[in-house]
């Protein structure tokens, strides 16, 4: 694979391979650098807000010693009209070495990815995929669960509008965990039906022995009209509340953030003892370090992967 737009398309070995090689960066001394990635140009190009994402990006681009640079659409001349493929043309005229793209449409980054000499990464388009956050939340479950295999995970939430959920769902069910998805109805995407998983819209049936829940933000920028559940009738019946955590006592607690507090998973159970919150945060360094250390190997002249 020359580049990484997607779990879709990725073997289970391979998805295990990408998460081994992320194992190596996860206690590795951030100082002083690795240097592989020296002489490297990573662009990270930003069309969508994003604080965990760009920023995790950008220290493992330079944790590896690439030199890095972000391109935040608000301040680029796309603003001024510039369409996608001439955005690519001229990023790609600089000769990047590795580009980072996170876009509002999906399939954006595959537009791109097809323009451009250098490797691509998706860092989340549109509601097609997050292949680095799936990544990353299958780190943390393997990490401390020990293995993926068997185990019942739960996401629930905006499954409709979430990229999220489609990448974690692809990557959990290739790694043969047992994934229920629950959603209000009008937030329940139809495709589920071929996706290997088990749908509910009732939450608490829906969590009845699971080892890992996963809760989703309502991403109300992208309903555009439709019906917009409010934040108290939601808690209700789909928040991560205390009462429905003592129902899984001893399930992981996962969000991939940013979180709306009191809305789809209350302050205490966010910050309790069984909460991954901010190790995915963690897990989001290393494997996006691995990410960009496979993705650049060819081009590096090393064996492995692409
Ligand atoms: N989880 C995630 O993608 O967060 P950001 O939008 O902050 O990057």
Not at 188 to 207: G, I, K
Request: charged share 25%; aromatic share 4%; glycine share 6%.
């Amino acid at each position: 694979h020359r580049h990484l737009l997607g779990i879709e398309g990725l073997q289970p070995h391979e998805i295990r391979f990408l998460l081994d090689e992320a194992e190596r960066w996860v206690d590795a001394p951030a100082s002083p650098p690795d240097r592989r990635l020296a002489g490297l140009t990573q662009i990270n190009a930003f069309f969508e807000n994003s604080t965990r994402t760009l920023l995790s990006f950008e220290i493992a681009g330079k944790r590896l010693g690439a030199d890095v640079v972000n391109m935040h659409a608000a301040q680029s001349s796309v603003k001024k009209g510039e369409t996608l493929i001439d955005t690519a043309q001229t990023l790609n005229a600089m000769r990047a070495d590795v580009l980072v793209i996170r876009h509002g449409s999906s399939g954006a980054v595959q537009l791109i990815a097809d323009k451009v000499d250098c490797p691509v990464l998706n860092a989340g388009d549109g509601r097609h995929e997050h292949p680095t956050q799936a990544l990353l939340d299958a780190l943390t479950i393997r990490r401390r669960l020990g293995s993926i295999a068997h185990k019942r995970v739960v996401i629930c939430g905006d499954l409709l509008h979430s990229r999220v959920a489609r990448s974690n769902i692809l990557a959990l069910t290739a790694l043969a965990a047992e994934v229920r998805v629950c959603a209000p109805s009008t937030l329940m995407p139809a495709q589920v039906e071929r996706m290997y998983v088990q749908p509910f819209t009732d939450f608490d049936a829906a969590l009845e022995g699971a080892d890992v829940v996963m809760m989703l933000r309502l991403q109300t920028e992208r309903m555009d009209g439709a019906y917009v559940p409010s934040p108290r009738e939601y808690r209700l019946r789909y928040g991560l509340t205390p009462e429905r955590l003592a129902r899984v006592p001893d399930a992981l607690i996962m969000h991939p953030g940013p979180m709306n507090r009191g809305v789809e998973i209350d302050s205490s159970v966010a910050d309790g003892p069984r909460s991954a919150i901010t190790e995915q945060v963690a897990m989001g360094v290393a494997v996006r370090m691995a990410c960009l250390d496979v993705l650049t190997r060819r081009a590096r002249g090393v064996e492995g992967w692409a």
